[in-house]
């Protein structure tokens, strides 16, 4: 993504966009069960996440909270991260679905598109 922000593609979308985005993307947990039952794999939102700030103000992605108010903070795992990341996966559906939780404004979160993010390689 910082590189990505780096070209002119990139440069463009800061322009375009203007705006700080928080992603707190929440990791696989891992829980037991008290019977001796296999392993689930469960995806929570607001547990160990990680954070990101997309500050397309400036150009650039840093890892920790972002230090003012961003313009939306977005928690969703991480799969629907990369479904997202990927553009295989609408935001809004995604939303919709209850899969993202948002805070801040909406039209700014309306503006966290697929286009945002670089085109995936082609192997």
Do not use: C, W
């Not at 922000?5 to 929440?26: F, M, P, R, S």
């Not at 313009?71 to 993202?100: E, H, M, V, W, Y």
């Amino acid at each position: 993504m910082r590189l990505h922000l780096a070209t002119d593609a990139g440069k463009e979308i800061t322009k375009k966009v203007g705006l700080v985005y928080q992603l707190n993307i929440a990791p696989k947990v891992r829980l037991t069960s008290s019977r001796n039952l296999p392993l689930t794999t469960l995806l929570k939102l607001g547990v160990d996440e990680e954070i990101f700030v997309v500050d397309l103000k400036k150009g650039e992605v840093t890892k920790g909270p972002y230090a003012g108010k961003p313009d939306a903070t977005f928690s969703f795992t991480d799969n629907d991260f990369l479904g997202i990341a990927t553009g295989k996966t609408n935001p809004q559906i995604a939303f919709i679905r209850g899969a993202i939780k948002i805070k801040g404004s909406i039209s700014a979160a309306q503006k966290f598109t697929p286009d945002i993010f670089p085109k995936p390689a082609k192997l």
